[in-house]
């Protein structure tokens, strides 16, 4: 159920933010993980929107051909490009996580305060009993990229 929720979800955004601005679902996920952590790799890129990485590279092309976004060679590697916005994605990005919340908003309608909490915990405690059997298993549990970006936008943080 959680996963087909999830899916549903997407699925809705992606309707409506290639209706409203003519988006992927890839593209606008790229455009809010820019608006939090820019000058990233296409693999944090992935990490951050859960997608996988070899995925991205044809839409990253495409974006850029678009003007969306820009590569620069990573000074530290120069097998690897930077990933950063550009203005045209930047004035629109405040749009797409407004229609973001609307989804979400929609989704969570008729459901109490109360109830979102038990969920909330649930899901945290999912998440912490995998992450623990990841761990006894010795797999690696991915950093959360999401906590304390640099150069985060205080309102995708906030309202995501």
């Given amino acids: 159920m959680l996963k087909n929720s999830a ?3 997407e699925k809705a955004a ?3 933010l290639s209706e409203r601005f003519g988006l992927s679902g890839a593209k606008w996920k ?4 820019l608006s939090i952590k820019e000058g990233i790799t296409q693999k944090q890129i992935a990490d951050m929107a859960f997608v996988e990485a070899p995925t991205l590279v044809p839409v990253i092309d495409k974006m850029e051909l678009e003007g969306y976004v820009t590569r620069q060679s990573d000074p530290g590697d120069r097998r690897n ?3 950063f916005m550009t203005e045209k994605s930047k ?3 405040d749009s797409i ?3 973001i919340l609307e989804i979400r908003n929609m989704g969570l309608e008729k459901i109490s305060k109360k109830d ?4 909330k915990k649930v899901l ?3 998440s912490f009993n995998t992450e623990k059997f990841i761990k006894e298993k010795g797999g690696k549990i991915d950093p959360n990229l999401w906590i304390d970006p640099q150069n985060k936008s205080e309102k995708t943080l906030v309202k995501l």
């Fill in 81 to 83: 490009n930077l990933i």
């Fill in 30 to 33: 790229i455009i809010t993980v």
């Fill in 91 to 93: 004035d629109i990005v």
């Fill in 7 to 9: 899916k549903s979800w």
């Fill in 97 to 99: 996580i407004d229609s």
């Fill in 116 to 119: 979102m909490e038990i969920a």
């Fill in 14 to 16: 992606d309707i409506e």
């Fill in 124 to 126: 945290e405690q999912i």
